[in-house]
């Protein structure tokens, strides 16, 4: 089992999905949930890592600020931002009216 250390707190609850702990604190992370090693990390993502972070269908969204970002959950990859008026944490309900959160 791995260590990691963040070079800041960690202050939202991380996720976990399909092995992976996606957490955001000085940066937004990815984590091997069996090794403890950093798959990905995103510098520019969680300006106000207040906001939790959601997943759906290889997607990781933030909300910071009041920014929205979408990012792949495999490399980190930033795929898109959108500022808003709303400061909120994101939440994903799909075309049946289910929400991911």
Known sequence: MGLFLASS?????PIFVNGVIYAG???LYALDAK??????SQSNAM?????????Y???I???FGNTMQAHDANTGTKKWAFT???YSSPFI?????????
Do not use: R
Request: aromatic share 18%.
């Open 9 to 13: 707190k960690f202050l939202q609850s």
């Open 47 to 55: 300006a106000v890592p207040y906001s939790e972070i959601a997943h």
């Open 25 to 27: 604190a000085d940066k």
């Open 35 to 40: 090794k403890g090693s950093i798959k990905w």
């Open 84 to 86: 808003t008026d709303i």
């Open 61 to 63: 969204f933030v909300g």
């Open 93 to 101: 309900v799909d075309k049946n009216g289910y929400g991911y959160k």
């Open 57 to 59: 269908k290889g997607w």
